[in-house]
């Protein structure tokens, strides 16, 4: 059963992690390392079953392969779900097993924050294995990476109004924005630093009163967000917000946030194409934050990482060039950009030898 799915879906291989006496069950998928060591989160979730659990970690480790393609990175894609309620079953002793278990890969598998995991829980993965990525600044770690992905995603803005209407004057357009949160405040920050109208909503009403008093932000409801007059929709708090329902109430003519999971299906996908609405694809609009640790791997620099950044309007540009080359809607063409560098990529990495990882920046010890 699991190697007929494993067929399907192209996954290299699946680590079943059990240490009874700390009472871990995890899984580790790599789904690709074709570019480099499979770079992806761990999550940690109260699955209700084992299979919900495996088909999550196949979907996300598939998931990061193409995110990690698109952002131009050597590394490929791969990610690991921890079972457990992350409010009460976590300890020392169940990351550091989790720790030895990604250790045991050799650096096949490099690790990261995801849903339910923290910065203090990967210091103890840390103490097992240097094939972590989100660790403590004073390790050499990046921090948090919200602010690159609010600037990453204004990067895929300015490439994304480029194509839609020839210029990229952030200041020209009017946004609405749904979620204030890490990634979103910063976003509104952004565009009003370059003069923009902006709608805001978000279900904690203290952060939207901040974007209202620092942003000259205007507040509309949860619900009411679709249907402002705005030129770009830009999801930044769930997925699955562009649907049957909201499609219709849309007036913006671009969709670019740092959502993931935006559209509900692919044929909303096509639907949004269908009625010349550009959509900035998800994932590699959002890549700031993978772009941010994967910094770690060499060497952590700020700097670096801002210039970094910027790739994003390229990737965003280079994903526009494809959807029209072969007349495909966007989530498509980004798929396609990522498989056309896998293969071209790829092929010459067999040729030279794989590279691994180095950890340059890196400052053993508790
Ligand atoms: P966050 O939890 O800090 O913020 C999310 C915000 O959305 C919260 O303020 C929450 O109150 C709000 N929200 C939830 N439901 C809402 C609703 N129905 N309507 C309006 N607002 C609602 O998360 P974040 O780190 O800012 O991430 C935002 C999105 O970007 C997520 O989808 C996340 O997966 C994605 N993302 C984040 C990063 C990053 O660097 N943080 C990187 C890549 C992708």
Not at 100 to 116: C, K, M, N, P
Not at 242 to 266: M, P, W
Not at 344 to 364: A, C, D, E
């Amino acid at each position: 059963m699991v190697f007929e799915t494993l067929d399907h879906t192209g996954h290299e291989q699946i680590v079943y992690c059990h240490n009874k006496d700390a009472g871990l069950k995890a899984i580790i998928a790599i789904h690709s390392t074709v570019l480099g060591p499979a770079l992806g989160g761990t999550r940690m979730w109260n699955y209700a079953t084992e299979q919900e659990a495996l088909d999550d970690v196949l979907r996300l480790s598939r998931g990061m392969t193409y995110k990690n393609a698109v952002a131009g990175l050597n590394l490929g894609g791969g990610k690991a779900v921890i079972i457990g309620d992350a409010s009460k079953d976590k300890s020392e002793a169940l990351f550091r097993a989790f720790g030895q278990f990604v250790e045991s890969l050799g650096g096949r598998y490099i690790t990261a924050e995801d849903v339910g995991i923290d910065v203090n829980d990967m210091e103890y993965v840390y103490r097992e294995t240097e094939y972590v990525t989100g660790v403590h600044q004073v390790h050499g770690g990046s921090g948090d990476p919200s602010p690159f992905t609010a600037y990453g995603t204004l990067q895929g803005l300015m490439a994304t109004l480029n194509k839609k209407y020839g210029d990229e004057e952030v200041g020209k357009y009017s946004y609405a924005v749904q979620g204030l949160g890490h990634v979103g405040m910063e976003f509104v920050k952004l565009l009003k630093e370059r003069g923009a109208k902006i709608f805001v909503t978000d279900i904690n009403p203290k952060l939207v009163e901040r974007a209202v008093d620092e942003f000259g932000a205007e507040a509309v409801g949860l619900d009411e967000i679709y249907d402002v007059p705005a030129d770009v929709y830009s999801p930044c708090a769930l997925g699955g917000t562009i649907n049957e329902q909201t499609l219709d109430r849309l007036k913006a003519q671009v969709i670019c946030g740092a959502a993931n999971n935006q559209l509900a299906n692919n044929a909303i996908g096509d639907e949004v194409q269908r009625r010349g609405i550009l959509y900035a694809p998800d994932y590699a609009v959002n890549a700031g934050g993978v772009m941010n640790v994967a910094l770690e791997l060499d060497g952590y620099n700020r700097e670096r990482a801002m210039r970094m950044m910027r790739t994003i309007y390229h990737n965003l540009g280079r994903i526009y060039e494809i959807s029209d080359r072969d007349g495909i809607p966007t989530y498509q063409a980004a798929d396609r950009m990522a498989e056309e560098r896998i293969e071209k990529i790829g092929k010459l990495k067999l040729s030279m030898g794989r590279g691994t990882p180095r950890f340059q920046g890196r400052i053993r010890g508790n």
